[in-house]
Nanobody
Framework: QVQLVESGGGLVQAGGSLRLSCAAS????????MGWFRQAPGKEREFVAA????????NYADSVKGRFTVSRDNAKNTVYLQMNSLKPEDTAVYYC???????????????WGQGTQVTVSS
């Protein structure tokens, strides 16, 4: 499995921006589709965004479309989540995950990072 480490979380005011990073090691990064998920207190983990192994295809949850952008740099073994126009409801622990296969299915992400906290104040 690939090992994943997220960074870039923090406290931001509503309307602000953050960029999360997820560094991968242990396997060939470009073999994997990558995803971002989040979990707010008392809620189930939910899908946020995914990007194909090449970066050519992306998939977003409706709640973040037009505000968040997922990208990757295979030379740096890193995937990013640029979050703009943040809202208090975006507050959650954000996780990156890796899988072999389609980004159009939210299932079968087998490797997970430890998460990074994002808090958006109103």
């Amino acid at each position: 499995q690939v090992q994943l480490v997220e960074s870039g979380g923090g406290l931001v005011q509503a309307g602000g921006s953050l960029r999360l990073s997820c560094a991968a090691s242990g396997r060939t990064f470009s073999d994997y589709a990558m995803g971002w998920f989040r979990q707010a207190p008392g809620k189930e983990r939910e899908f946020v965004a995914a990007i194909s192994w090449s970066g050519a295809s992306t998939n977003y949850a409706d709640s973040v479309k037009g505000r968040f952008t997922v990208s990757r740099d295979n030379a740096k073994n890193t995937v990013y989540l640029q979050m703009n126009s943040l809202k208090p409801e975006d507050t959650a622990v954000y996780y990156c995950a890796a899988k072999h296969g389609s980004i159009w299915s939210k299932a079968n992400f087998g490797s997970w990072g430890q998460g990074t906290q994002v808090t958006v104040s109103s």
